[in-house]
């Protein structure tokens, strides 16, 4: 569920951002900024709901169309809130700062790929395909902190509860 999803990415982007800034040493935002935007990057499916990736992202124009939408339910959250809150949400729903926006991306895609080895481990050899276009698309995103994470940390998403 949303719910689920939403705290693993804000783990996931947390630990990316202090990779990129405290081991990488390369110029990040807050680590804690990162992870509360996390929080809220997928508030729009609140209303939107969930449009699953392979339609999503199958042309430029269904792209664009689907981030408008995005926005639109976004804006249209934020209208819900008392006025005195509505610029403290604005940059979180709305992911206005793109470096923040940056480490949210491929911290949402580490979340997918965990979820594909999950789904393996379980025995779902249908998600083999999916698994491998993940890895492609974070190799494609050319992030330092996310191979690093890639190189030492995935492992263990891997191992059952006995093996760890």
């Given at each position: 569920?949303?719910q689920?999803?939403?705290?693993?990415?804000?783990v996931?982007?947390?630990?990316?951002?202090?990779i990129r800034?405290?081991?990488?040493?390369l110029?990040?935002p807050?680590?804690?900024r990162?992870?509360?935007?996390?929080?809220?990057?997928?508030?729009s499916e609140?209303?939107?709901g969930?449009?699953?990736?392979?339609i999503?992202?199958?042309?430029?124009?269904?792209?664009?169309?689907?981030?408008?939408?995005?926005?639109i339910?976004?804006?249209?959250?934020?209208?819900?809130?008392p006025?005195e809150?509505?610029?403290?949400?604005?940059?979180?729903?709305?992911?206005?700062?793109?470096?923040?926006?940056t480490i949210?991306?491929?911290?949402d895609k580490?979340s997918?790929y965990?979820?594909?080895?999950?789904?393996?481990k379980?025995?779902?050899?249908?998600?083999?395909?999916?698994?491998a276009?993940?890895?492609?698309?974070?190799?494609?995103m050319?992030?330092?902190e996310?191979?690093?994470?890639?190189?030492?940390?995935l492992?263990?998403f891997?191992?059952?509860?006995?093996?760890?």
């Amino acid at each position: 569920n949303i719910q689920e999803h939403s705290h693993q990415v804000a783990v996931l982007a947390h630990a990316l951002a202090l990779i990129r800034r405290d081991i990488l040493k390369l110029p990040c935002p807050d680590p804690d900024r990162c992870a509360v935007a996390t929080l809220y990057h997928d508030a729009s499916e609140i209303l939107t709901g969930d449009m699953p990736t392979p339609i999503k992202y199958y042309n430029p124009d269904i792209k664009v169309a689907y981030k408008q939408v995005e926005r639109i339910a976004g804006e249209r959250l934020l209208k819900m809130l008392p006025q005195e809150l509505v610029s403290c949400y604005t940059p979180l729903v709305l992911e206005e700062d793109e470096e923040i926006a940056t480490i949210v991306k491929a911290a949402d895609k580490l979340s997918a790929y965990i979820k594909c080895v999950e789904e393996q481990k379980a025995g779902n050899t249908e998600i083999d395909s999916a698994e491998a276009a993940t890895m492609a698309a974070m190799k494609a995103m050319d992030r330092p902190e996310l191979d690093w994470f890639i190189d030492n940390c995935l492992e263990p998403f891997r191992l059952n509860l006995d093996q760890l």
